[in-house]
């Protein structure tokens, strides 16, 4: 399914951003019924560091999993098999199997993951490699000098 909007007016003056439309139609696919679940917040602890914390109640760390893979970081949990025997008369801590999806720029590198008082924390932080930051470039003035000059003759 295509997005309904139309980006062609912003792709003429745009080199390189190929994934725009591939990231706007997997955020429009997003399930709205696990959206929610499980809830996490995103942090900025300095200029290039970040921090994705997720609750996690009711997981223990060996059934979490936290990977890479083509700048999409995936967190996913499964669900415990021995709650199936159990009778609850109120089940309010959902300890059901999800997968959460984020999608990181290409500088953004997750550098740990740790498991503590039923939160996920995921520390991430940006990278710019040396040929990626900003340079200045000279602007060489002896080019124009070197140019060959058109003399003006007067015609004969």
């Known amino acids: ?3 309904a909007f139309d980006f062609s007016p912003l792709m003429r003056s745009t080199i390189g951003f190929d994934r725009v439309s591939r990231l706007l139609d997997a955020a429009a696919r997003v399930d709205e019924a696990n959206a929610a679940y499980p809830p996490y917040n995103i942090e900025k602890s300095g200029d290039d560091k970040y921090r994705i914390t997720m609750a996690v109640a009711g997981f ?3 059934q979490l999993e936290v990977t890479v893979k083509e700048n999409v970081l995936l967190i996913a949990g499964k669900a415990r098999e021995d709650q199936a025997e159990a009778q609850y008369l109120h089940r309010g801590i959902a300890a059901r199997a999800f ?3 984020f999608e990181l720029a ?24 040396e ?3 900003p340079r ?6 002896r080019a124009a000098a070197r140019a060959p000059q058109i003399e003006h003759q007067a015609a004969a």
Do not use: C, W, Y
């Open 1 to 3: 399914m295509r997005s």
């Open 106 to 129: 290409e500088t953004i590198k997750v550098v740990n993951a740790a498991f503590e008082n039923g939160l996920l924390h995921v520390e991430l932080v940006r990278e710019v490699p």
């Open 99 to 101: 997968e959460r999806r």
């Open 131 to 133: 040929a990626k930051k």
């Open 60 to 62: 223990a760390p060996e």
């Open 136 to 141: 200045q470039i000279a602007i060489d003035t």
